[in-house]
Nanobody, 114 residues
Framework: VQLQASGGGLVQAGGSLRLSCAAS????????MGWYRQAPGKQRELVAT???????IYADSVKGRFAISRDGAKNAVYLQMGSLKPEDTAVYYC?????????WGQGTLVTVSS
């Protein structure tokens, strides 16, 4: 499975961005897709995930500000980010997990200026 993420960039605090990630290759019908992020000097952390049946999980730090969604027909996952804060600055990684192994995208940088 290959993952191609896009949508990162520079935004002012309080602004919005939308990340997209498309999966291709041998994709199982039952899977989980989502986003993790890694800020400079910190460990990679979960942002949000969504299963093929639509169950979502969010990090406490983004609840109410971010929304994850997916398009099964396109094997794509999206992250709508709002009310962005400088502490949201990180490289955001798309992930696809088919419960046999996890796949990772190349990462897209999100920078939130104060």
């Amino acid at each position: 499975v290959q993952l191609q993420a896009s949508g990162g960039g520079l935004v002012q605090a309080g602004g919005s961005l939308r990340l997209s990630c498309a999966a291709s290759g041998s994709i199982r019908s039952r899977n989980l897709m989502g986003w993790y992020r890694q800020a400079p000097g910190k460990q990679r952390e979960l942002v949000a995930t969504i299963t093929s049946s639509g169950t979502t999980i969010y990090a406490d730090s983004v609840k109410g500000r971010f929304a994850i969604s997916r398009d099964g027909a396109k094997n794509a996952v999206y992250l709508q980010m709002g009310s962005l804060k400088p502490e949201d600055t990180a490289v955001y990684y798309c992930t696809h997990n088919d419960y046999f192994r996890a796949y990772w995208g190349q990462g897209t940088l999100v920078t939130v200026s104060s």
